[in-house]
């Protein structure tokens, strides 16, 4: 199956979020933290948030994993910082839609996240790619459909 040109500047984004992430690393005084796994792959991701006045001011992730969980992680963190924990949800929403079924209404809500829309394409990947979401949901104890901390 041949690459199209847009589906290799969408693998060249995502190694380089993966090579070179946004926020990796960790807060010194984190409101909420939470370490989930993904047993399938091996994925091991610690968030640590920071919340002042209903906003997150403050994310940053430490671990280990592929190079989805990884760029997912980096493109994860840096699009919830800002947001409302509301606003969080229905990100995590809205990602888990667009990486599940290929598409989501919200696309453009996710901003750079949404170049992982492409794992669709590769079932055993979905996980990989939903972890650092899933992780913010319930750092922030937010509903969350599937249950991957320790």
């Given at each position: 199956m041949a690459m199209t040109r847009l589906d290799q500047l969408y693998?060249?984004?995502i190694l380089d979020e993966a090579s070179h992430p946004r926020h990796h690393s960790t807060l010194a005084a984190?409101?909420?933290?939470?370490?989930v796994r993904n047993p399938s792959c091996g994925?091991?991701?610690?968030?640590?948030?920071?919340?002042?006045?209903?906003?997150?001011?403050?994310a940053a992730f430490a671990g280990?994993?592929?190079?989805?969980?990884?760029?997912?992680g980096s493109l994860m963190t840096d699009r919830i910082?800002?947001?409302t924990p509301a606003q969080v949800m229905q990100l995590v929403s809205d990602?888990?839609?667009?990486?599940?079924?290929?598409?989501?209404?919200a696309e453009a809500a996710l901003g750079d996240a949404a170049v992982l829309k492409g794992v669709h394409q590769f079932p055993a990947r979905i996980k990989?790619?939903?972890?650092?979401?899933?992780?913010?949901a319930q750092a922030l104890g937010l509903p969350d459909a599937e249950d991957n901390h320790d």
């Open positions: 693998r060249q984004v984190p409101d909420y933290a939470v370490t994925d091991v991701l610690t968030l640590q948030l920071q919340v002042q006045e209903g906003k997150i001011i403050a280990s994993g592929c190079t989805i969980s990884q760029a997912s910082i800002g947001q990602f888990s839609e667009l990486v599940i079924d290929g598409h989501s209404p990989c790619a939903t972890l650092a979401w899933k992780a913010a």
